[in-house]
């Protein structure tokens, strides 16, 4: 679990100094361009390895512990097609598809069904930045149902 605390912990704060220094970006893949490119694909690369080391390790021997490995793998390709501007956009975008679609399904699975709830209040309330929130809701369900889930 330490592992997947600290990778929440890692893009927390990368966000925080992305807004500090441009403003609320309207998606975590817009701080490559207002930022770092260097720092946000180390940041994902880094981030994908915790993520897939720490999924593996709370879901150990049940069925669908490959969604941990897929949900990393999204976050890998992420980072090493970030230019979703050019000719890496799809592969850039399946990554990003990948990682929340298998990271909401292993909430559901992990935890709790109900926690979908949330992902039918909050973006709808949110008029500014939508993507940037949307991403933030899969990090915060993926985290509260591991930390919830291993409790």
């Known amino acids: 679990m330490i592992f997947i605390i600290s990778a929440v912990a890692l893009l927390f704060v990368y966000l925080t100094v992305a807004v500090i220094v441009n403003g609320i970006p309207d998606s975590i893949s817009e701080t490559y361009y207002t930022l770092s490119p260097l720092a946000f694909q180390f940041l994902m690369v880094v981030i994908a390895g915790f993520t897939i080391t720490g999924l593996l390790e709370v879901t150990e021997g049940r069925w669908y512990q490959f969604l941990g490995v897929l949900t990393g793998a999204g976050m890998l390709f992420v980072g090493v097609a970030p230019r979703y501007r050019?000719?890496?956009?799809?592969?850039?975008?399946?990554?990003?598809?990948?990682?929340?679609?298998?990271?909401v399904i292993l909430s559901c699975l992990y935890y709790s069904v109900w926690i979908l709830g949330i992902w039918l209040i909050c973006p709808l309330r949110v008029y500014k930045s939508k993507l940037l929130w949307i991403e933030l809701l899969c990090v915060l369900t993926l985290m509260f149902s591991v930390v919830a889930g291993t409790v």
């Open 86 to 103: 050019s000719y890496e956009r799809q592969i850039h975008y399946s990554g990003a598809i990948v990682t929340i679609a298998s990271a």
